[in-house]
């Protein structure tokens, strides 16, 4: 009897290991499968990492490539910088310069005869009148009518005013003067002479100092860039306006004598007798207007603007 138990009991215990050997194994064979997925799983990982880091490999290559391409286009290349011409301004040439021609009037201009008049007439006038007749240094034919003029016209005035001192009567030319102006190369010669009267005469003479001929209102207008035969309606109407300014309250009162002077004093022989000259660069006139009062015509300066 106990024998047999004991063989129950052996085999009983045999069931059980052999139970428990395949629920190892089968937990092994589990255990491997799920191994082999683990390891299926992080092949899979690795394999899907790799791919995406070739991916962003070929990204950036991509990338690179267009950036690089990019430089290419707005980069020039050395072979083009070096080819281009550098951007220098070149230093200006010196050039030759002619010296500034200073022009001295008294190259040009002397003194003919002067003198000063201090005296005290029977009237009890005093004078002291001074005198200064000009002349021309200029060697041309020109230059020497003109001097021949000057002399007739104002020493004949100087010896009548030396003969009022002496004979201590009133002096009716009170003073002779002169001025020079240059224009380029003009030279303008400005003689006056005053009176008693409040009157001035004057004698205007302009010469081309290269060539030493006197010249002409055509010339003059000229070289200020104007046409003299476009300037006489203009010229006439100056003077037409400086008479009407100075003897308009006379106009009612001596009608009929005021519009002959008038007419006389914009008739075209008397505006063909102005002298045109330049004055520190301003075109000017010398000119004759009819008077109502005094004298029976003036000489009057007016600047043409």
């Known amino acids: 009897?106990?024998?047999?138990?004991?063989?129950?009991?052996?085999?009983?215990?045999?069931?059980?290991?052999?139970?428990?050997?395949?629920?190892?194994?089968?937990?092994?064979?589990?255990?491997?499968?799920?191994?082999?997925?683990?390891?299926?799983?992080?092949?899979?990982?690795?394999?899907?990492?790799?791919?995406?880091?070739?991916?962003?490999k070929a990204d950036d290559k991509k990338d690179s490539s267009k950036t690089e391409e990019s430089e290419k286009e707005t980069k020039p290349s050395d072979k083009q910088e070096s080819s281009a011409e550098p951007n220098v301004t070149p230093e200006p040439e010196e050039q030759a310069t002619e010296p500034v021609r200073i022009l001295n009037a008294d190259e040009y201009v002397g003194i003919y005869d002067s003198d000063l008049l201090a005296y005290e007439d029977d009237l009890g006038n005093i004078y002291n009148a001074e005198y200064t007749v000009p002349m021309l240094k200029i060697n041309s034919k020109d230059a020497n009518s003109v001097n021949n003029e000057i002399?007739?016209?104002?020493?004949?005035?100087?010896n009548e005013s030396r003969g009022a001192r002496d004979g201590r009567y009133s002096l009716s030319c009170t003073g002779i003067g002169y001025s020079t102006c240059f224009y380029g190369d003009i030279l303008t010669l400005?003689?006056?002479?005053?009176?008693?009267?409040?009157?001035?005469?004057?004698?205007?003479?302009?010469?081309?100092?290269?060539?030493?001929?006197?010249?002409?209102n055509e010339q003059i207008a000229k070289s200020v860039s104007m046409d003299y035969g476009s300037l006489k309606p203009k010229i006439k109407q100056i003077m037409l306006d400086y008479y009407d300014k100075e003897y308009s309250s006379m106009r009612d009162e001596y009608a009929a004598l005021y519009n002959e002077y008038r007419n006389n004093t914009g008739s075209d022989e008397n505006v063909e007798n102005v002298t045109l000259y330049i004055n520190d660069g301003v075109l000017c006139m010398h000119c004759h207007i009819y008077?109502?009062?005094?004298?029976?015509?003036?000489?009057?300066?007016?600047?043409?603007?």
């Not at 215990?13 to 191994?35: F, P, R, T």
């Not at 400005?190 to 001929?213: Q, R």
């Not at 008077?291 to 043409?304: E, F, N, R, T, Y």
């Open 1 to 56: 009897m106990k024998k047999t138990a004991l063989i129950l009991l052996a085999a009983l215990l045999s069931l059980i290991v052999c139970g428990c050997a395949c629920g190892g194994g089968e937990a092994q064979v589990k255990a491997g499968e799920s191994s082999s997925s683990a390891k299926e799983s992080s092949s899979k990982a690795q394999s899907a990492t790799s791919s995406e880091k070739s991916t962003d």
């Open 190 to 216: 400005l003689i006056s002479a005053t009176f008693d009267t409040g009157y001035t005469d004057y004698l205007v003479y302009s010469f081309d100092i290269n060539s030493g001929a006197l010249m002409n």
């Open 291 to 305: 008077s109502l009062a005094g004298a029976d015509m003036i000489q009057v300066i007016l600047p043409i603007l």
């Open 151 to 158: 002399k007739n016209k104002c020493i004949a005035r100087l």
